[in-house]
């Protein structure tokens, strides 16, 4: 990867995209048709200080590198960035392209909830490729939305601008959260084969010893192989399945000990480490939690016919 433009404020952006200063300083929309870029001004990346928020539409051309993966943005998409993340761009074509981008300043949210809350949205870490797509009702909410933020910057600052300009802004990520998850339960033919690309996936690392070699499998490693990052995938399995990837990786685990508990004579020890773990009581402490039974207790519990 290219190393990335740092871009400290909205004003310095706004330079790079050859857009009039803006009206503040830690908050600002405009508009792609605004945009006048120069050949000596195009930047390939860039990471900003500052949360991106963008629609766009009628892209004449190029794709945007978001991690390891492209996005084509020739439909109309929205995408979310947090700040020092980085943003690549190859051949970005904007002849034509309609839509907005938000951009906000930390700063802004300082005394506000809304000041850790949009940290807790996890479409700030998907990568372009899983970027939302929006109906047209939702597009008109949305744009309805930052007509609200745009018309509130430019217009004449008092001492409820502020809170209204958050509260826009928390709308408006409360409604991109409710966006996402309708985009994970209509879009149930590609997660039933996610779905199904894990099990495949923790069958093989679980039945080739690489437990014992390598060790339980992190929810990045497993993401990675998936081709996602690791909060959609979370965020996609607790919709399908009501279980984030780390709590699916765990319940495989118990099922793996709950046959090694009743068919080897196995020591917990033994069984602790050959499931990856490096100390037996983080084992013990997992198998108690999600069965209510210590692993002896468990096993007893076979060896005696009850029924767990």
């Known amino acids: 990867m290219k190393t990335p433009e740092k871009v400290s404020s909205i004003g310095t952006l706004y330079q790079f995209l050859g ?28 990471t900003t200080d500052f949360y991106v928020i963008a629609l766009k539409k009628n892209c004449a051309g190029g794709k945007c590198r978001y991690g390891q993966h492209y996005y084509d943005f020739n439909e109309g998409i929205m995408y979310f960035i947090a700040p020092h993340q980085v943003l690549q761009f190859d051949d970005i074509i904007l002849n ?4 907005f981008v938000l951009l906000v300043h930390p700063d ?35 744009f309805d939305i930052i007509g609200n933020v745009g018309g509130e910057i430019e217009g004449n600052m008092d001492t409820f601008s502020q809170d209204l300009l958050v509260s826009n802004l928390d709308l ?18 590609v997660n039933s084969d996610l779905l199904s690309k894990l099990e495949l996936l923790l069958d093989d690392y679980f039945r080739n010893d690489r437990l014992s070699i390598n060790g339980i499998p992190s929810v990045h490693f497993i993401a990675d192989q998936l081709h996602l990052s690791a909060n959609y995938l979370s965020d996609m399995l607790r919709v399908q399945t009501g ?54 207790e468990f096993r007893s519990s076979i060896k005696f016919g009850c029924s767990i």
Not at 25 to 40: G, H, M, N, W
Not at 172 to 187: E, P
């Open 19 to 46: 857009l009039r200063r803006p009206v503040n300083s830690l908050i600002s929309v405009f508009s792609f048709e605004d945009v006048k870029l120069q050949p000596d001004t195009m930047l390939s990346a860039i």
């Open 172 to 189: 408006l990520l409360k409604y991109c959260n409710r966006y996402y998850n309708r985009q994970f339960l209509t879009r149930k033919k």
């Open 96 to 99: 034509g392209v309609r839509g």
């Open 108 to 142: 802004f949210l300082h005394g506000y909830g809304l000041a850790s809350d949009i940290k807790e949205y996890g479409y700030f870490s998907y990568a372009a490729n899983e970027a939302l797509q929006l109906s047209e009702k939702e597009e008109k909410t949305i």
């Open 243 to 296: 279980k984030t990837t780390q709590q699916h990786i765990q319940s495989r685990l118990i099922e793996k000990a709950k046959d090694l508990l009743s068919m080897t004579s196995m020591s917990v020890s033994e069984i602790a480490y050959q499931l990856g773990f490096e100390h037996p009581q983080s084992f013990h402490r997992l198998f108690k939690s999600r069965t209510s039974f210590s692993p002896l």
